[in-house]
């Protein structure tokens, strides 16, 4: 006898087969593609799994286009993210942080641009904390053009038709958008299934929780400093001193902002003049996925998801998270502009 929470299961893959069903004419590749993805998600998983005991921890010995030592799982991640896409002839390129240009798939004529931080929080993958894989899909224009071109790539991110992210924590967890509400999966490792776990999250419209890494303090904008300080003042009608919590996975910080709201913030310092994180493949798919569920993602000024990117890897500072955090950072920023 089957237990009725047992009935209740509903997998990735029919998720998404009942979600197209609502749309009498979706040809189902977007489906497929996530279902490429929730593939790989799968495989990546895992890999971090049982990381300490296979040869996937440390370095590669290559840099990336942004400098940085990649992590053998950094890699594994990419290609298995790309192999997964590649298979199903619906995606034309992919832009990954890993890769200098644009990885052109076979699918000359897939209607789909697809960015990927294949490995989100590579620092933290030797000490068993935290990481992630972030997604975020395009439809190509001009449609079916056979020269498959890096400016089709340039699209702003109000433009996107699906993102999402994984997250390799305490739990394996899966949440996309597609423009209607969040869904949430868990991977039950036990049937290799990812299982709905929530859908339609609505983030609290203020937390209590700013995440930043106060290491740059010395390189803030006055205004951001003054609002620190504020997150650190004693006013109980606002919930403050508010808690400092720093992951350093984007992914693990975005989706505890998610879940228990707050602000995620990172600037631009001297070391990053234009901030650290990548508009397409970091910033743009978390800020779809924490606008969908009712919050608000700003570089300072501009919505994240208005900005037009000139490059495929370009920088761009964010504050993201609670509406009511996010407008209060932006007065102080102004404020003491
Ligand atoms: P990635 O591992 O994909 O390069 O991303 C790392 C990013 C992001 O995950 C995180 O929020 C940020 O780097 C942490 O940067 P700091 O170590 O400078 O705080
Ligand atoms: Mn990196
Ligand atoms: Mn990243
Ligand atoms: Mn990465």
């Given at each position: 006898?089957?237990?009725?929470?047992?009935?209740?299961?509903?997998?990735?893959?029919?998720?998404?087969?009942?979600?197209?069903?609502?749309?009498?004419?979706?040809?189902?590749?977007?489906?497929?593609?996530?279902?490429?993805?929730?593939?790989?998600?799968?495989?990546?998983?895992?890999?971090?799994?049982?990381?300490?005991?296979?040869?996937?921890?440390?370095?590669?010995?290559?840099?990336?286009?942004?400098?940085?030592?990649?992590?053998?799982?950094?890699?594994?991640?990419?290609?298995?993210?790309?192999?997964?896409?590649?298979?199903?002839?619906?995606?034309?390129?992919?832009?990954?942080?890993?890769?200098?240009?644009?990885?052109?798939?076979?699918?000359?004529?897939?209607?789909?641009?697809?960015?990927?931080?294949?490995?989100?929080?590579?620092?933290?993958?030797?000490?068993?904390?935290?990481?992630?894989?972030?997604?975020?899909?395009?439809?190509?224009?001009?449609?079916?053009?056979?020269?498959?071109?890096?400016?089709?790539?340039?699209?702003?991110?109000?433009?996107?038709?699906?993102?999402?992210?994984?997250?390799?924590?305490?739990?394996?967890?899966?949440?996309?958008?597609?423009?209607?509400?969040?869904?949430?999966?868990?991977?039950?490792p036990s049937i290799g299934e990812f299982i709905l776990s929530d859908r339609g999250i609505k983030m609290p419209e203020h937390g209590a929780i700013?995440?930043?890494?106060?290491?740059?303090?010395?390189?803030?904008?006055?205004?951001?400093?003054?609002?620190?300080?504020?997150?650190?003042?004693?006013?109980?009608?606002?919930?403050?001193?508010?808690?400092?919590?720093?992951?350093?996975?984007?992914?693990?910080?975005?989706?505890?902002?998610?879940?228990?709201?707050?602000?995620?913030?990172?600037?631009?310092?001297?070391?990053?003049?234009?901030?650290?994180?990548?508009?397409?493949?970091?910033?743009?798919?978390?800020?779809?996925?924490?606008?969908?569920?009712?919050?608000?993602?700003?570089?300072?000024?501009?919505?994240?998801?208005?900005?037009?990117?000139?490059?495929?890897?370009?920088?761009?500072?964010?504050?993201?998270?609670?509406?009511?955090?996010?407008?209060?950072?932006?007065?102080?920023?102004?404020?003491?502009?």
């Open positions: 006898m089957v237990s009725t929470k047992e009935s209740r299961l509903v997998t990735l893959e029919e998720y998404i087969i009942q979600s197209q069903n609502r749309f009498p004419g979706a040809t189902g590749e977007l489906s497929q593609l996530l279902r490429d993805i929730g593939l790989a998600a799968k495989i990546i998983s895992r890999e971090v799994n049982k990381a300490g005991i296979t040869n996937i921890l440390g370095y590669d010995g290559s840099t990336n286009v942004h400098g940085e030592s990649v992590k053998k799982l950094d890699l594994f991640a990419d290609q298995q993210l790309i192999s997964a896409l590649d298979r199903s002839l619906i995606t034309c390129m992919v832009i990954s942080e890993e890769n200098d240009g644009v990885v052109k798939l076979g699918s000359k004529g897939g209607k789909y641009i697809v960015y990927l931080d294949p490995l989100d929080g590579s620092s933290n993958i030797d000490v068993n904390v935290s990481i992630g894989s972030i997604f975020s899909v395009y439809m190509r224009e001009p449609r079916f053009d056979p020269a498959v071109r890096e400016e089709d790539a340039l699209q702003a991110g109000v433009r996107q038709v699906a993102a999402g992210y994984v997250l390799y924590g305490s739990s394996t967890i899966l949440a996309y958008t597609t423009g209607l509400g969040v869904s949430i999966f868990t991977l039950d700013y995440s930043i890494n106060e290491g740059s303090y010395n390189s803030w904008d006055e205004g951001l400093k003054k609002y620190i300080k504020y997150c650190q003042e004693e006013d109980s009608e606002t919930n403050r001193p508010y808690s400092a919590r720093y992951i350093g996975s984007m992914v693990a910080d975005i989706h505890r902002t998610l879940i228990k709201g707050g602000i995620f913030i990172y600037p631009h310092s001297k070391r990053y003049p234009k901030g650290k994180l990548r508009l397409m493949y970091e910033c743009n798919p978390l800020s779809f996925i924490i606008e969908q569920a009712g919050g608000m993602a700003t570089d300072g000024q501009t919505r994240i998801m208005e900005l037009q990117p000139k490059a495929i890897h370009e920088q761009t500072p964010i504050y993201i998270g609670s509406k009511k955090n996010v407008q209060t950072v932006m007065e102080f920023l102004e404020e003491h502009a």
